[in-house]
């Protein structure tokens, strides 16, 4: 696709290792690229919620559920993590490490390349509205059930180096309201006043990154 740099590579699976607190703010400002037979797409994350299971209610591996469905969350950090809600399949970055079922949640993009594709398969024209969702990211980027499992440091789906925020805002996750204490839980992250954000709501904190 012109204009899709060369220099856009995956990330090792080193950069994966990190805490998934961590792991969740340092997702922030990198590209999430997925290659398909209609094209490229690809968008900076600008929102994420960590999961932290099995003592997180609100995770679905909370009380070290195993199914078929969490299987991978107990695989190595880097992995794709897909699951079906209301019909819309959810993106997710396994974390924590082998046999700790953890994983990062991508809330929002900002779109970068394949934009008249997602403009497509959203069958919408509004720019802030194609990827500012944890559903209709994955639709507009063709991530499907297909890539459960599948190992991000590779095509077609991977993530790459992108922008560092300057500042981070820090807030409870969204969605969760049955999950008891957890859904207090200040564990959502995004790049502070990017218009892209999926839901902007009063921040618990916001910090500068280092330059």
Known sequence: MQGFAKEIVPLSDTFYEQSTLELAKALLGCILVNKSNEGIAAGYIVETEAYIGPSDRAAHS????????????YHRSGHAYTYLMHTHCLFNVVSGGEGNPEA?????????????????????????????????????????????????????????????PESI???????????????????????????????????????????
Not at 65 to 72: D, H, N, Q
Not at 127 to 145: A, D, E, H, V, Y
Not at 178 to 195: C, H, L, M, Q
Request: net charge positive.
């Open 169 to 211: 805002s820090v807030g409870k996750r969204i969605g969760i309201d049955n999950s008891g204490e957890a859904r207090d839980y200040p564990w959502r992250f995004w790049v502070t006043k990017n218009k892209y954000v999926s839901r902007h709501q009063k921040s618990e904190f916001v910090f500068e990154t280092e330059k």
């Open 62 to 73: 909370y009380n070290n559920k195993r199914s078929a469905r969490t299987e991978v969350m």
């Open 104 to 164: 990062v949640l991508i809330r929002a993009l900002e779109p970068l390349f394949g934009i008249e594709l997602m403009k497509d398969r959203r069958g919408i024209d509004d720019l802030t509205k194609l990827t500012n969702g944890p559903g209709k990211l994955t639709k507009s980027l063709g991530i499907t059930m297909v890539d459960y499992g599948h190992q991000l440091m590779k095509p077609p789906l991977f993530i790459a180096k992108g922008f560092s």
